[in-house]
């Protein structure tokens, strides 16, 4: 069958297809958590309706989450309330729940991949919109709203058109100290927060070959930030070693069978693609954003850019807006800008390999005095391989907090959270005004930006540290 | 959700790109389980911030027509960002191009969400800043928004305007093709993973 990876996923999920009308497309594996769900098992309950296939769907807590004291009740009613609310609800539809406490809990895009249960070739869909993530694996999968989580409650399945394809080529070799993040924000950078509008991302090329599995989820996790709602990367031997024994991975013949389908999920050399994007890895460099959008951004050895350089109207208006909010002079170079706070975490960055990177640069090091640096692990399953490391003792020894799992400061609804004024540099995947805080100024950043930033008080690039103290 | 034929309000004119799913309502209003009574989260650090921001401004307390610039509703899937605007009054979003999970939010809530050109974006702007009090009609059945005495076509996909100008609820017509559903469930190879 010719075609691209997306298009081969889709297809073989068609439900029903009639002109005039979207498909409908079944759904295999659809994950929950506390802050999009509600009003739909609300819908459920009025409408009398049945959850169709609790076996499909995963819940968990990590939205509100406290990092801190985790054994005790939430402070925050509010919070408090919508994960009771969760739990109620996951009880009355017959839905595992991994709640706080539970050894499988942390976030949602971190959990699905780690269980085994996010694999090639499927649907996942969750009311969040880095379920891109989990493109990493060859799997079709996008964040929806409110009322599709609770259609995908009812029936299995979504209504859609099937997107357009776009090709993002990345060749050569990334450059020491340079990260599947720098190429995501490179990338968006290049076509803008709206670049994607419309397409499901295929990432190719030998530089997204040689990524570990937590790099390309890092990768197609910001896919959305370009404007995409999927992205995608063709399995193969990475994404098999990564997958064979985790809990839900098939075994035995079907494991064997599994593998030999998911070898087909490529695109075919004849497939055309509706756009095509290319990007070189080695001349990339640490990358870091300026602005309020995560298409804002520019390499670390630049200046703060000039609103007066940029050529649309709507561009420039945008970026004084980013300057004055983000208190930046043009010109400035970016390494001088001094933060206040360093956060490493999220779906985007709070994974493993994002932990001993993070803690490589820090072993022996201490941070900067006039920085509070909190790093929060994606799940208690990165905690727990974590402290079997020592990286927590790194962490702690270097003067940065340990926490436990959740979306923690990348969102801050819980009380993770920067004050008003307060600038950081950030592993998560959005600087928007407000995101970390009311009045949080974000950069976003490698987790090896973020070591070599705690340690320096400035952005810096991890060059910059030398050799280990 | 009702049904949307013809609207007719006032417009505020918005004159940003980039306004993202946390500027249109922060994290801190999402951790409600009610589906109603986010009007007070609408853009609330600009509205908070900024004494002119354009819903700050008098003549656009009673609007219900949005006018935005390019990417519209980027960032977060949360619907609250559609709730917000509904609740507050917004019965159509115009831009020249949305963020895609917002877009199928908005058209599943009942949210009519127009993909115009910046030109005639431009036009609703200037007609909204030089004559804030004369409304503007936004007809879905005849696909065209009238302003000022001249009428402009736009496009909605054809499925989407079926179902807003009937009312439909999304749910109850997949709820048709169960037997499909359940022809292709009997279809799917027993190695994917399952959680029960």
Same mark, same amino acid.
């Given at each position: 069958?010719?075609?691209?990876?997306?298009?081969?996923?889709?297809?073989?999920?068609?439900?029903?297809?009639?002109?005039?009308?979207?498909?409908?497309?079944?759904?295999?594996?659809?994950?929950?958590?506390?802050?999009?769900?509600?009003?739909? &098992?609300?819908?459920?309950?009025?409408?009398?309706?049945?959850?169709?296939?609790?076996?499909?769907?995963?819940?968990?807590?990590?939205?509100?989450?406290?990092?801190?004291?985790?054994?005790?009740?939430?402070?925050?009613?509010?919070?408090?309330?919508?994960?009771?609310?969760?739990?109620?609800?996951?009880?009355? &539809?017959?839905?595992?729940?991994?709640?706080?406490?539970?050894?499988?809990?942390?976030?949602?895009?971190?959990?699905?991949?780690?269980?085994?249960?996010?694999?090639? *070739?499927?649907?996942?869909?969750?009311?969040?919109?880095?379920?891109?993530?989990?493109?990493?694996?060859?799997?079709?999968?996008?964040?929806? *709203?409110?009322?599709?989580?609770?259609?995908?409650?009812?029936?299995?399945?979504?209504?859609?058109?099937?997107?357009?394809?776009?090709?993002?080529?990345?060749?050569?070799?990334?450059?020491?100290?340079?990260?599947?993040?720098?190429?995501?924000?490179?990338?968006?950078?290049?076509?803008?927060?709206?670049?994607?509008?419309?397409?499901?991302?295929?990432?190719?090329?030998?530089?997204?070959?040689?990524?570990?599995?937590?790099?390309?989820?890092?990768?197609?996790?910001?896919?959305?930030?370009?404007?995409?709602?999927?992205?995608?990367?063709?399995?193969?031997?990475?994404? &098999?070693?990564?997958?064979?024994?985790?809990?839900?991975?098939?075994?035995?013949?079907?494991?064997?069978?599994?593998?030999?389908?998911?070898?087909?999920?490529?695109?075919? *050399?004849?497939?055309?693609?509706?756009?095509?994007?290319?990007?070189?890895?080695?001349?990339?460099?640490?990358?870091?954003?300026?602005?309020?959008?995560?298409?804002?951004?520019?390499?670390?050895?630049?200046?703060?850019?000039?609103?007066?350089?940029?050529?649309?109207?709507?561009?420039?208006?945008?970026?004084?807006?980013?300057?004055?909010?983000?208190?930046?002079?043009?010109?400035?170079?970016?390494?001088?800008?001094?933060?206040?706070?360093?956060?490493?975490?999220?779906?985007?960055?709070?994974?493993?390999?994002?932990?001993?990177?993070?803690?490589?640069?820090?072993?022996?090091?201490?941070?900067?005095?006039?920085?509070?640096?909190?790093?929060?692990?994606?799940?208690?399953?990165?905690?727990?391989?974590?402290?079997?490391?020592?990286?927590?003792?790194?962490?702690?020894?270097?003067?940065?907090?340990?926490?436990?799992?959740?979306?923690?400061?990348?969102? *801050?609804?819980?009380?993770?959270?920067?004050?008003?004024?307060?600038?950081?540099?950030?592993?998560?995947?959005?600087?928007?005004?407000?995101?970390?805080?009311?009045?949080?100024?974000?950069?976003?950043?490698?987790?090896?930006?973020?070591?070599?930033?705690?340690?320096?008080?400035?952005?810096?690039?991890?060059?910059?540290?030398?050799?280990?103290? | 959700?009702?049904?949307?034929?013809?609207?007719?309000?006032?417009?505020? #004119?918005?004159?940003?790109?980039?306004?993202?799913?946390?500027?249109?309502? #922060?994290?801190?209003?999402?951790?409600?389980?009610?589906?109603?009574?986010?009007?007070?989260?609408?853009?609330?650090?600009?509205?908070? $911030?900024?004494?002119?921001?354009?819903?700050?401004?008098?003549?656009?307390?009673?609007?219900?027509?949005?006018?935005?610039? $390019?990417?519209?509703?980027?960032?977060?899937?949360?619907?609250?960002?559609?709730?917000?605007?509904?609740?507050?009054?917004?019965?159509?979003?115009?831009?020249?191009?949305?963020?895609?999970?917002?877009?199928?939010?908005?058209?599943?809530?009942?949210?009519?969400?127009?993909?115009?050109?910046?030109?005639?974006?431009?036009?609703?702007?200037?007609?909204?800043?030089?004559?804030?009090?004369? #409304?503007?009609?936004?007809?879905?059945?005849? $696909?065209?928004?009238?302003?000022?005495?001249?009428?402009?076509?736009?496009?909605?996909?054809?499925?989407?305007?079926?179902?807003?100008?009937?009312?439909?609820?999304?749910?109850?017509?997949?709820?048709?093709? $169960?037997?499909?559903?359940?022809?292709?469930?009997?279809?799917? #190879?027993?190695?994917?993973?399952?959680?029960?």
């Amino acid at each position: 069958m010719a075609g691209t990876l997306a298009e081969k996923v889709w297809e073989s999920h068609v439900v029903r297809r009639t002109e005039n009308e979207p498909d409908l497309l079944y759904i295999d594996l659809h994950l929950v958590h506390e802050v999009t769900s509600p009003q739909a &098992f609300d819908g459920l309950r009025t409408a009398g309706r049945q959850v169709r296939r609790p076996d499909l769907t995963l819940a968990t807590e990590d939205h509100n989450v406290p990092t801190l004291d985790i054994d005790k009740p939430i402070a925050d009613l509010v919070s408090r309330t919508q994960i009771d609310t969760l739990r109620r609800n996951c009880a009355e &539809f017959g839905i595992r729940l991994h709640a706080m406490g539970d050894a499988e809990q942390g976030i949602v895009h971190v959990i699905g991949p780690q269980l085994g249960i996010t694999q090639p *070739g499927m649907t996942i869909v969750c009311g969040d919109s880095h379920t891109s993530t989990h493109g990493a694996f060859g799997a079709l999968a996008f964040g929806i *709203g409110t009322s599709e989580v609770e259609h995908v409650l009812a029936t299995q399945t979504l209504t859609g058109v099937r997107p357009k394809t776009m090709a993002v080529n990345i060749d050569g070799e990334l450059p020491a100290g340079v990260s599947a993040k720098d190429m995501i924000l490179a990338l968006i950078t290049q076509i803008g927060t709206g670049g994607g509008q419309g397409y499901v991302i295929e990432y190719r090329g030998p530089a997204i070959e040689s990524l570990s599995m937590e790099g390309r989820m890092t990768v197609c996790n910001m896919s959305i930030e370009a404007g995409a709602r999927a992205g995608m990367i063709a399995p193969d031997e990475t994404t &098999f070693q990564f997958l064979e024994g985790r809990p839900n991975a098939p075994t035995g013949a079907a494991w064997d069978e599994a593998v030999a389908y998911w070898r087909t999920l490529q695109s075919e *050399g004849d497939a055309s693609f509706d756009a095509e994007v290319h990007l070189d890895a080695s001349t990339l460099s640490p990358f870091v954003t300026w602005g309020t959008n995560p298409g804002q951004g520019a390499p670390l050895s630049a200046t703060v850019p000039d609103p007066n350089d940029f050529a649309d109207p709507g561009d420039r208006i945008s970026a004084q807006k980013a300057l004055a909010y983000m208190d930046l002079e043009p010109g400035t170079p970016l390494r001088d800008v001094a933060v206040d706070t360093v956060f490493v975490g999220s779906c985007t960055n709070g994974r493993i390999e994002d932990l001993r990177i993070a803690a490589d640069l820090l072993r022996g090091r201490r941070i900067a005095s006039s920085v509070r640096m909190l790093v929060v692990p994606g799940s208690m399953r990165v905690k727990v391989a974590a402290e079997q490391e020592g990286l927590d003792r790194v962490f702690l020894d270097a003067g940065a907090e340990w926490r436990s799992a959740g979306c923690s400061m990348c969102l *801050g609804m819980n009380p993770d959270q920067l004050s008003p004024g307060e600038r950081s540099a950030s592993t998560s995947n959005r600087n928007f005004e407000g995101r970390q805080g009311k009045g949080g100024r974000t950069h976003l950043v490698s987790p090896a930006v973020a070591a070599a930033t705690a340690v320096t008080g400035h952005l810096a690039s991890p060059a910059e540290l030398g050799a280990p103290a | 959700m009702n049904p949307f034929s013809v609207h007719r309000g006032i417009v505020a #004119p918005l004159r940003r790109t980039n306004v993202d799913t946390d500027q249109i309502i #922060p994290a801190v209003y999402l951790k409600r389980v009610t589906r109603t009574g986010f009007e007070d989260g609408l853009f609330s650090a600009w509205r908070a $911030n900024e004494a002119d921001f354009v819903l700050n401004q008098p003549q656009y307390a009673e609007a219900s027509i949005l006018v935005a610039d $390019n990417d519209f509703g980027t960032g977060s899937s949360r619907e609250h960002a559609v709730w917000a605007l509904m609740d507050y009054g917004f019965r159509v979003v115009i831009a020249p191009r949305f963020g895609d999970i917002f877009r199928n939010n908005a058209l599943k809530a009942g949210l009519l969400v127009i993909e115009s050109p910046i030109r005639e974006v431009e036009k609703l702007w200037e007609h909204a800043e030089l004559h804030p009090e004369q #409304p503007v009609e936004v007809d879905l059945a005849a $696909n065209e928004i009238r302003c000022a005495g001249s009428a402009t076509p736009f496009s909605v996909d054809p499925y989407s305007r079926w179902r807003l100008l009937e009312g439909l609820d999304d749910i109850a017509l997949t709820e048709r093709h $169960n037997e499909l559903v359940t022809q292709f469930e009997k279809t799917r #190879p027993e190695r994917l993973p399952s959680l029960s």
